[in-house]
């Protein structure tokens, strides 16, 4: 009995077994289909594994270490955290200019090179380019609590090469170094050079803002708020002094009057003599016979003696009396009587003279000491506003030279090295295997894929035959089950028929290939980089 009879009369589908039995009997009519599904997926699988060109990744660990001085002690300039630095530096490092200048120092891309824009080699350049961040627990120094902090970083190059892979990673990694010191020594300067300027201008401002008080303490030197007291004293004794002056003045007023009176009751022609007859001296006997007694006395004591110094004394004196006498036009009176009251009289006439002279002055003075306390309150005003103005302007230099000396501090820790800085812990090195493709992963899946594939088309050829096969499928069609079951009797197949099926799948088959090869030469690489892929692998 053959298949089909087997299917209608020897065989119930209905039993336990049905089920699976009618899933081989799908797999042995499907199996031709099922094959050719199963090896074209299992080809293009087996296709990517073998060509699918390998990558490998070169990379370096560059380890942030902290500043060498305690911040205590100096305190950078730079504050911002390590992985804000990081990607900065990486959007200085991959500038344009840097990824086309690598890209043509080691001719990379080649084959690609020509059919490629600019932007389009950058970015395939910024794509090859791996940057992870290396994080750790640490303890927090301010807080005490633990948080994440980026200690590290790891930069690689993705080449086809292993050794290109390599060189251009050691390149970029080089970029990195060089880019975080000079962004650090440029932003130290920075901070210094603007200090130092703003310093500066502080600097000119407070000099100003000085002269300017000078200028009005100079000009206000009287009225200054704390000079109030003294001005109220020095009014206070210029008005005692001036009243002083006045009595003063009344008494050599009253003095001049009695001399004048005496002067009137004397002759100035009329020698005076003693209670005892003899004749008064004058004025210039007087000063002849003092120069004779010094004269003896020169010749018995020396210059230091006290006569001799005595002597020069009273001759000095009385030659101070003579010119006066000569000045006030007495010279040619002869009464010394009248003489000594004309001195007198000439003497309290300028004592008084200048006594009013100076009370003009104390009265100007008291007048300015007035003016002063009643202008004192507005020039305090000012005087308090334009110092507050120098010290604030003051503190604030202060704290600016405070500021630039920090900065100045913060640039010689980054020249010298000492602040935090990149140490290069792990220098790219020529990678040994590559990190992709996973081959084993391709034949896994591409094996997954076949029978998935062959499973999947087996199910759609089921699902769109509408023939009926077996006793269940007739019994759910008819609703009940047949009372007889007639043999199936296959015709016998002619020659031509068996060639027309044998031709049809082998025209599959070829089908099938031509398929798998123009995939792989679209999708994966074009067949003439496989074949010299291949030539060069079969000749090493």
Known sequence: MNAASETFGGTDDSSPGGGITAMLEAVRRRALPMGIAFGAVLAVALLLATFWPATYLATGTILIEQQEIP???????VSSFADERVQVISQRVMTSANLLGIIEKFKLYGDDRGGMTREKLVQRMRDDIKLEMISADVLDPRGGGAKKATIAFSVGFESTSPELAARVANDIVSLYLSENLEARLQQVKGSADFLASEAE?????????????A???????DKLPELGAANL???ANAAQELRDTDMRIRALEQQIEYLDAQLAQVDPNTLAVSGTGERLMGTADRLKVLRMELSTAQSNYTDKHPIVIGLKQEIAEVESTLAEERAGGNSGSDNPAYIQLTAQR??????RDALRGQRGLLQANIVRFQRAQAEMPAVERDYVALVREVQGEQAKYNELRQKQLSAELSQNLETEQKGERFSLIEPPVQPQEPISPNRKAILALGLLFAMGAAVGLMALFEAVDTRVRGRRELM??????????????????????????????AAGTVGSAVAVVLLVHLLVRPLDVLWAVLLRRLGG
Do not use: C, H
């Open 233 to 235: 004293l020095s009014g």
């Open 346 to 351: 000439r003497s309290a006439a300028s004592e």
């Open 476 to 505: 759910t069609l008819v609703g009940v089950p047949p009372l007889a079951i007639i043999p199936w009797v296959a015709p016998e197949i002619d020659q031509q028929t068996r060639r027309k099926a044998r031709l049809l799948f």
């Open 201 to 213: 201008k502080m600097r000119v401002r407070v000099a100003e803002l000085e002269q300017r008080l």
């Open 71 to 77: 911040q205590d002690f100096v305190r950078s300039s």
């Open 215 to 221: 200028e009005f303490k100079q000009k206000n030197y």
